[in-house]
């Protein structure tokens, strides 16, 4: 059963082309303008131009097919949480900067987080972690389009 929405972190929205079985993930998939954030660092720091092209197309479709949900108030200070758990797990606060604000998001917006990457989340009280199978490699296809609901 899946649950009415949920928030996907940069993992799950890559991996949304490859997935085979569309019932693990929330009836409406959500994303935050972190994500966003994410995906712009790609094209830019890409070694080569096929691969810029690639990550572009990412992002350009990203940006066609969700609303994202802003990082608020609220939002920063579940963000304080989140981080001062972190560094008691003893992981060095820049390199979980991108996790640290996209789960601090879905606790502020009450969803639970939808990713491929599940240990990134480990130790974060008060997120509800929702694990979708790791896909096989990247296509060079634009990911599929997933609806989206009002934040």
């Not at 802003?70 to 981080?83: K, M, Q």
């Not at 998001?105 to 008060?126: M, Q, R, V």
């Amino acid at each position: 059963m899946s649950d009415p929405e949920g928030l996907l972190d940069t993992s799950a929205l890559l991996a949304l082309n490859r997935m085979s079985d569309s019932t693990l993930l929330p009836d409406v998939a959500l994303i935050s303008v972190v994500t966003l954030a994410e995906l712009t660092v790609g094209p830019l720091a890409a070694s080569d131009e096929t691969e810029r092209a690639r990550r572009l197309a990412h992002l350009q479709q990203a940006e066609a097919d969700f609303d994202p949900i802003p990082f608020d108030a609220p939002a920063a200070r579940a963000f304080g949480l989140v981080a001062a758990a972190y560094r008691q797990l003893g992981r060095k606060p820049a390199a979980p900067a991108f996790d640290a604000l996209i789960a601090a998001t879905a606790i502020a917006n009450g969803l639970p987080l939808y990713t491929a990457n599940p240990t990134d989340f480990s130790g974060t009280e008060g997120l509800v972690v929702r694990t979708i199978p790791a896909p096989g490699p990247p296509s060079r296809t634009a990911m599929t389009s997933v609806p989206q609901g009002e934040p």
